[in-house]
């Protein structure tokens, strides 16, 4: 299994850096004992301006192949963390490589989002995209810590 974060837009040193950083890493250590891998992040940027169908070009290449793809999308379903962690789980147990998209300013291009497996909203207001790869990563570690059992979540 692999995960991988594809997101437009190249995140500079700053304090969603470190954060995403400091949550990846920890769902690393905390992932290990359950069978689930280090988090790889790809970033794409389309500097000619070819809008959301180049970025979705661009982020298809980043996609492994058979991958289960889940678009980040204030439309989408919203998940509880444990509901989000069983799926991270289905996918360990289906040896199933996992895909996250962030969109750039304009969103993902419906040529990619529609075939998606699932489309996860963290609520219909229009998050930074750079907030939404934090508030990603640490759903990931919150997965993982809700998997191991760890006290880290609490209802
Ligand atoms: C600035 S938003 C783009 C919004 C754009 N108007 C759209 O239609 O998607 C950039 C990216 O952040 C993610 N995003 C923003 N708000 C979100 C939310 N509430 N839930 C899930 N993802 C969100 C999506 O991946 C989106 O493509």
């Known amino acids: 299994m692999r995960m991988v974060i594809a997101a437009v837009g190249r995140l500079r040193q700053g304090p969603e850096a470190k954060l995403i950083a400091d949550y990846l890493d ?10 689930l891998p280090p988090v790889t992040l790809a970033e794409v940027e389309d500097k000619r301006g070819g809008g959301m169908v180049a970025e979705a070009a661009l982020l298809a ?5 058979g991958a289960a793809l889940v678009v980040l999308d204030e439309r989408g379903q919203m998940l509880s963390s444990p509901e989000f ?9 289906q040896a199933r490589d996992v895909a996250f998209v962030i969109g750039g300013a304009d969103g993902i291009d419906p040529g990619l989002r529609d075939g998606a497996d699932l489309a996860i909203s963290f609520g219909r207001m229009v998050w930074p995209h ?3 790869r934090v508030m990603l990563a640490e759903q990931i570690y919150r997965a993982t810590t ?8 609490r209802e």
Do not use: E, F, S, T
Request: cysteine-free; overall charge positive; aromatic content about 6%.
């Open 130 to 132: 750079m907030l939404v």
């Open 61 to 65: 290449r980043a996609i492994p192949q």
């Open 146 to 153: 809700i998997l191991a059992g760890n006290p880290y979540h």
């Open 85 to 93: 962690a069983a799926r991270i789980a289905g996918w360990r147990d």
């Open 26 to 35: 920890r769902h690393a250590k905390a992932g290990r004992a359950l069978g």
